[in-house]
């Protein structure tokens, strides 16, 4: 079974700051099979980045995504008041199906 | 657009089975090449894929839940169900319900990411 480390476990930036979150995996991941969600609180997780590298609809360009093999990247270039909240990546494995979430990287206000 | 909405019971007694129904709305539940999945997460704490299944009725489960899950599917009435058996405090969480979408890769291989998410249903499992 695949694991997924992110880090940092939690990242203070003020608004206008970039913001590069990583998340590892044990073994080489098909990029195709690596997504990013944002939760804020109290709200049920939204899908930014599927497929590593592609925005999902309605997600402002601020946010992409990047990386391949074990080693993955969320970069939000430019911090809104919006956008702080907890950031999970996620990982698809086919044979068996699986879903798998890491722990998730905070970016809360310095 | 299409939205789901998890029910059940938000209170359920130890070593009995959990039972919670999403209802998907703005659209078929058998349009188009999607799965139907169950994730929850504990409070304070990160998320855990439960299982998914295709409106044939076909089920895939996390292999750590696999004994004490079922996911079914009732096309009639567009809501897709989950019973997880012999609860414990430990499955205390909130429950969502999410639609997984199809990606196709160069090599012509599916693969699945979770595009519409239901706002979440708390259940506590307590005597």
């Known amino acids: 079974e695949i694991v997924l480390t992110q880090s940092p476990g939690t990242l203070s930036l003020s608004p206008g700051e970039r913001a590069t979150l990583s998340c590892r995996a044990s073994q080489s991941v098909s990029s195709s099979y690596l997504a990013w969600y944002q939760q804020k609180p109290g709200q049920a997780p939204r899908l930014l980045i599927y497929?590593?590298?592609s925005r999902a609809t309605g997600i402002p360009d601020r946010f992409s995504g990047s990386g391949s093999g074990t080693d993955f990247t969320l970069t939000i270039s430019r911090l809104e008041p919006e956008d702080f909240a907890v950031y999970y990546c996620?990982?698809?494995?086919?044979?068996?199906?699986?879903?798998?979430f890491g722990p998730g990287t905070k970016v809360d206000i310095k | 657009q299409v939205q789901l909405q998890e029910s059940g019971p938000g209170l359920v007694k130890p070593s009995q089975t959990l039972s919670l129904t999403c209802t998907v709305s703005g659209g078929s539940i058998s349009s188009g090449s999607y799965y139907w999945s169950w994730i929850r997460q504990p409070a304070g704490k990160g998320l855990e894929w439960i299982g998914r299944?295709?409106?044939?009725?076909?089920?895939n489960y996390n292999p750590s839940l696999k004994s004490r899950v079922t996911i079914s599917v009732d096309t009639s009435k567009n809501q897709f169900s989950l019973k997880l058996s012999s609860v414990t405090a430990a499955d205390t969480a909130v429950y969502y319900c999410a639609r997984l979408s199809p990606g196709i890769t160069v090599g012509y291989y599916y693969y699945y990411y979770m595009d519409v998410w239901g706002k979440g249903t708390t259940v506590t499992v307590s005597s």
């Open positions: 299944i295709y409106t044939s009725g076909s089920t």
């Open positions: 996620q990982q698809y494995g086919s044979s068996p199906p699986i879903f798998t």
């Open positions: 497929g590593a590298s």
